[in-house]
């Protein structure tokens, strides 16, 4: 049964200025009733509006509460059914007394993200939208909160529904062709069904695209700092993170473990990954930081390669550069207030313009043109658009990688003159997977596993 009546405490617990009880179901209102005295009855209030008053034990008539009471009527509220929230004191025991009553009164505790489940049933949001809202509570920096803040209005759903509406003409054109299979059409169908697929796996993998930055949004770039030993690589962590996280010392090879630090270049999360100068040693704690930093260097994503500006550049870096060309780097040419002996043009030679970026971390020069240098390569070019979709959500990857598979397969189907109500089921499979990200036509469990990573009272 979806209209039980629910309610939770929807603010987080502590001491707070006040905090909300919401109630939800078609007996929101007259259970509200049972325990709130005010100048009015809630079910005589118009909705989407306030009322002053107390709960009280409807036994004992002992006050809980001095209380505000919000009436919102279906399926004008967030869940499309009777809500009433009722503002308390904030604090721990008085919100849990007023709960308590109402769950003596007919009232059931909601489940974790009911509220939000319902909203979805009710048909006010749809699964993409409701995922897109434990993103925004989740969400840790201000690129993540707009990205979230873009899908829970539909950004994603819109796209993914006018795919589907293309695929579903291609099926009734096709299925046109089945029932009236007359001369060449099936020549023309088939250049016809090749066209639309192409059209809609481009479509697809430019939003598979985006999924690359959806990852770095939400976990960070994976950055190493690479470099020999005292060219200033803890001294660059230390100025990223804007505290001295590292330890700094003009003796070579004074960092011998990874150390990771989260920090943000405007907007742009970097999970920096300070390492230990690469050279061979022969000191033992050394070759095993030099072994970390190998491995760190393997798996970043994004990679600043330091020089000290001051020296020429050893056989070692020599080789880092050639490792490091095709690879997202960012050469840093570090300790500009000394005299300069690296070769400029060698560097250059390898590495264009905008990818190099000449500091001294000692003056704190040059931070602004590494954080463009770094902007730069996050939006790869891109000019950065307000309705641009980013799909981060692994459900949604995964099932617009199934799609564009279907589509892959119909495509090869065609051909191969493979009859055309086999291709026609392939093209139904990739709109099927597209349904799922938007929740049409998935199981109970998926619904109930994505709404019970929310929080009890969203
Ligand atoms: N107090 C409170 N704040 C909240 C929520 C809530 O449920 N309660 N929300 C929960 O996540 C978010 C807001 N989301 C909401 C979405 C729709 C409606 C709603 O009542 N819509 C009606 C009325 C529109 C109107 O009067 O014009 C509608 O669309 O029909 C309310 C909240 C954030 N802030
Ligand atoms: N003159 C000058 N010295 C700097 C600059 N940046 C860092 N240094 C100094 O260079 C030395 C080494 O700096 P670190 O940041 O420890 O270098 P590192 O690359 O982490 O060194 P290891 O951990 O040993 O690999 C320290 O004495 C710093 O103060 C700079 O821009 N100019
Ligand atoms: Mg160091």
């Keep these: 049964m979806i209209n039980d009546t629910i309610a939770a405490i929807s603010t987080p617990v502590g001491e707070g200025g006040i905090a909300v009880i919401r109630i939800s179901g078609d007996d929101a209102v007259q259970a509200a009733d049972r325990v709130f005295f005010g100048k009015i009855k809630l079910a005589e209030a118009a909705t989407h509006t306030v009322h ?21 009527r279906a399926p004008r ?20 007394k007023v709960l308590d009553l109402l769950l003596e009164h007919g009232v059931r505790l909601a489940e974790p993200g ?23 509570i989740r969400a840790k920096s201000d690129r993540a909160y707009q990205v979230a803040m873009m899908q829970s209005e539909g950004s ?7 795919l589907r509406h293309d695929l579903v003409e291609l099926m009734a054109h096709i299925e046109v062709n089945i029932d009236y299979p007359e001369h060449d059409v099936e020549e023309m169908t088939n250049a016809y069904i090749k066209t639309k697929c192409s059209a809609a796996m ?13 990852k770095i949004l939400r976990e960070g770039i994976v950055t190493a700092i690479i470099g020999k030993p005292n060219v200033g690589k803890s001294s660059l962590l230390n100025t990223l993170a804007q505290e001295n996280r590292a330890i700094v010392t003009d003796i070579p090879g004074t960092t011998r473990d990874v150390i990771e630090e989260y920090v943000n270049v405007n907007g742009i ?39 000290n500006g001051a020296d020429s550049l050893t056989p070692d870096e020599q080789t880092m550069i050639e490792q490091l060309k095709d690879r997202q780097t960012i050469v840093i040419v570090n300790k500009l207030d000394l005299e300069q002996r690296i070769e400029k043009e060698k560097l250059q030679a390898y590495f264009p313009a905008e990818r190099i970026v000449f500091m001294s971390l000692l003056e704190q020069q040059g931070i602004t043109d590494l954080e463009k240098a770094i902007a730069s390569i996050f939006f790869s070019g891109h000019v950065e658009s307000s309705d641009l979709t980013y799909v981060s959500n692994v459900r949604h990857i995964a099932l617009l990688k199934k799609s564009k598979q279907s589509l892959e397969e119909a495509y090869l189907a065609t051909e191969q003159f493979v009859p055309i109500d086999m291709v026609q089921i392939d093209i139904r499979n990739a709109w099927e997977h597209l349904g799922e990200i938007i929740g049409d036509s998935v199981g109970d469990s998926l619904i109930d596993q994505i709404f019970s990573q929310f929080c009890l009272g969203k």
Excluded: W
């Design 52 to 72: 002053y008053g107390f709960v009280k034990d409807p036994q004992t008539q002992i006050r809980v509460d001095e209380v505000l009471a919000t009436v919102m």
């Design 77 to 96: 509220s967030f869940t499309m059914e009777d809500v009433v929230e009722i503002s308390c004191h904030g604090g721990f025991i008085s919100v849990k």
């Design 114 to 136: 009911e509220f939000t489940k319902r909203a979805f049933l009710n048909g006010r949001i749809d699964l993409s939208q409701a995922e897109a809202v434990i993103d925004l």
């Design 156 to 162: 994603l759903s819109k796209q993914i529904k006018a």
């Design 202 to 214: 481009e479509r697809i993998e430019q939003l598979l695209n985006t999924a690359r930055q959806g």
């Design 269 to 307: 999360p970097l999970k920096l990954l300070d390492t230990a100068g690469i050279r061979e040693t022969s000191d033992l704690v050394e070759q095993i930081g030099v072994e970390k930093s190998k491995n760190a260097l393997a798996e970043a994503d994004l990679i600043l390669l330091v020089f």
